[in-house]
């Protein structure tokens, strides 16, 4: 079972307002996370690829190109 799969069922059995709670949670470590990435110099590949990850970006066969970014 994924770890998403125990959020929820543990988040179901909760009263509405508890429930609220548990998203404002949520969006409140998504903006840490995307303050601690923002923060940081360097990051790897990998790293990258973990954060777009957690807001289910699908990054798969996207290659970056500086060249192509800064062409604009």
Do not use: C, W
Not at 30 to 41: C, G, N
Not at 56 to 64: C, M, V
């Amino acid at each position: 079972m994924e770890f998403v799969d125990i959020i929820a069922r543990e988040a179901i059995s909760l009263p509405i307002e508890k429930q609220k709670e548990v998203i404002y949670f949520i969006k409140f470590l998504k903006e840490q996370q995307l303050h601690s990435f923002a923060s940081s110099e360097v990051r790897t590949t990998e790293e990258i690829i973990a954060f777009f990850r957690s807001f289910n970006a699908d990054t798969t066969g996207y290659n970056f190109d500086k060249e192509e970014a800064n062409s604009h």
